[in-house]
T-cell receptor, first 115, second 115 residues
Framework: SQKIEQNSEALNIQEGKTATLTCNYT??????LQWYRQDPGRGPVFLLL?????KEKRKERLKVTFDTTLKQSLFHITASQPADSATYLC??????????????FGAGTRLAVHP | EAGVVQSPRYKIIEKKQPVAFWCNPI?????LYWYLQNLGQGPELLIR????????DSQLPKDRFSAERLKGVDSTLKIQPAELGDSAVYLC???FGQGMDETQYFGPGTRLLVL
């Protein structure tokens, strides 16, 4: 069956450390992958996109890797801050015939950064 | 620039009652999405519009759910009759197009509780 797995347990880290979140998938062949941030009571906010032919993408303190052999994406936040505390969602981007794109979201990982 | 607007933010109804949610996308965005998000889960696509045309409603339970996007701008999602299992957050999102590089912008969602 098709699955997207993100760390189900909350990730607790100390301020200043690097947070690493994992997104594993099975029986999907995504053309791209996106990461979103979601705060309580709010909708998801887009952070980064990485294509299947890209190994790594960076944006400020954020870094995403995409390994289509391992079927895994890693999301890193360096020099983490308490303001980074949120739920982070990965979303697989599927492209169907006719060029139709669709996002399939994982359940998300809750990150808590402690001072 | 105003973001995606949704109303109401919260709704409590008794089962078997009808309910409607409204979404105003970002100005100029042709693509509009309705997602369902259960607690602890990622968003799941219910329906996607390209202008006023519903181009993917495969996940919409058509026996009780309906949606419309008259004039290709605002959209309404309706449930009639609501069931206990419909309690969730209903998210609306919009994007300029629907390609890989088109960022989806989410509204804050409508939290529905069916008693």
């Amino acid at each position: 069956s098709q699955k997207i797995e993100q760390n189900s347990e909350a990730l607790n880290i100390q301020e200043g450390k690097t947070a690493t979140l994992t997104c594993n998938y099975t029986n999907y062949s995504p053309a791209y992958l996106q990461w979103y941030r979601q705060d309580p009571g709010r909708g998801p906010v887009f952070l980064l996109l990485i294509r299947e032919n890209e190994k790594e993408k960076r944006k400020e303190r954020l870094k995403v890797t995409f390994d289509t052999t391992l079927k895994q994406s890693l999301f890193h936040i360096t020099a983490s801050q308490p303001a980074d505390s949120a739920t982070y969602l990965c979303a697989l981007g599927l492209i169907f015939s006719g060029g139709y794109n669709k996002l399939i979201f994982g359940a998300g990982t809750r990150l808590a950064v402690h001072p | 620039e105003a973001g995606v607007v949704q109303s109401p933010r919260y709704k409590i109804i008794e089962k078997k009652q009808p309910v409607a949610f409204w979404c105003n996308p970002i100005s100029g965005h042709n693509t509009l999405y309705w997602y369902l998000q259960n607690l602890g889960q990622g968003p799941e696509l219910l329906i996607r519009y390209e202008n006023e045309e519903a181009v993917d409603d495969s996940q919409l339970p058509k026996d009780r759910f309906s949606a419309e996007r008259l004039k290709g701008v605002d959209s309404t999602l309706k449930i009639q009759p609501a069931e206990l299992g419909d309690s969730a957050v209903y998210l609306c999102a919009s994007s300029f197009g629907q390609g890989m590089d088109e960022t989806q912008y989410f509204g804050p969602g409508t939290r529905l509780l069916v008693l």
